[in-house]
Nanobody
Framework: VQLQASGGGLVQAGGSLRLSCAAS????????LGWFRQAPGKEREFVAA????????NYADSVKGRFTISRANAKNTVYLQMNSLKPEDTGTYYC????????????????WGQGTLVTVSS
């Protein structure tokens, strides 16, 4: 499966962004999907994941209550709605596909998309 993320940009603290990730090359319903992020100088970290049917989700503690992951299987797309953004949310966001990312702790995904940069100014 090929994953293409979009929707990043520059936003002020307290603002919102919605990231999208379009999949091609395979049926989206075959995969658990999620988002990871990497801040400059830091390791890549888990953000959110959603099950194949959309019934189960998981979030990093740092984004709970502010971010919402969803998916539109008919459009082969997964979304990340980010509200009340903070400067510490700044980083490159990557979409990913693998059933292991819904595990606790989340496993390393097999498939990665290219990143989209999110910058939150204070």
């Amino acid at each position: 499966v090929q994953l293409q993320a979009s929707g990043g940009g520059l936003v002020q603290a307290g603002g919102s962004l919605r990231l999208s990730c379009a999949a091609s090359g395979s049926t989206l319903t075959s995969y658990t999907l999620g988002w990871f992020r990497q801040a400059p100088g830091k390791e890549r970290e888990f953000v959110a994941a959603i099950s194949r049917g959309g019934g189960n989700t998981n979030y990093a503690d740092s984004v709970k209550g502010r971010f919402t992951i969803s998916r539109a299987n008919a459009k082969n797309t997964v979304y990340l709605q980010m509200n009340s953004l903070k400067p510490e949310d700044t980083g490159t966001y990557y979409c990913a596909a693998d059933r292991r990312i819904l595990s606790t702790p989340p496993g390393r995904p097999t498939f990665w998309g290219q990143g989209t940069l999110v910058t939150v100014s204070s």
